[in-house]
């Protein structure tokens, strides 16, 4: 194989590993938002048992303001039965009170039953709040996993360009810009080798014999006749 094929060849492998370390780091903030996303319906969870745990605390306020209106009732028509003469007028008064008293001990036993969803709607917010903490932690241990990959990669990037810098030293000029036109063209494979029975590993059509022999002797570069590949004997 001639010096520069063989020396394109090398940098072929690391614009390979270049494009593959770009191809991972452009991958890792998505995956990042992904894991994120995942803390969405928890999070929805611990908002929904906090909604929950405030409807029911208007609702106990609202019974107590009732409860109150009653008990005000209450004192207002025991004070009249207080100044009333009239005998009919106190037995209806003290039934007014009964009934009033009733509604009261009603809506007593309601702020009971409420206070009891309250206690059962904090503890739906521990669990709720319990299991978003959970999916938190693995979240964040995902995305400093995925922060730890891309710097490895960005290591690994600086290290291949490095080395790119070193293995096209020397090379000409004409001949970089068709490699780099044909990597590009040609998918990362711009340099391949022929095979004994002259096919290009590139595009897999068969050379002519002078272009293969072209490539064994190393007289000159030699091109696919097809895709333009710079073809080296297997
Ligand atoms: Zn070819």
Redesign the pocket.
Known sequence: MRDDVQQLLSLQKIDQTIQSLNKELVKIPQQQEAAKERLANDTAAVAAAKKAYQENEVAIKNVELDIGTRKDTVTKLKNQQFETKKNEEYTRLGSEVTRYEEQIDEFETQELELMEVADQRKSDIATAEEALGKTQTLVDEEISGLEARATQFKEQLAEAESQRAQAADGLEEDLMDTYNRLYDKREGAAV?AVTRERS??????Q?TPATYALAQSGAAISH??????I?YPE
Do not use: E, R
Not at 200 to 205: D, L
Not at 224 to 229: K, L, R, S
């Open positions: 391949a290009c590993k590139s595009c897999h059509v050379v696919c006749d097809n895709c333009g590949a073809l």
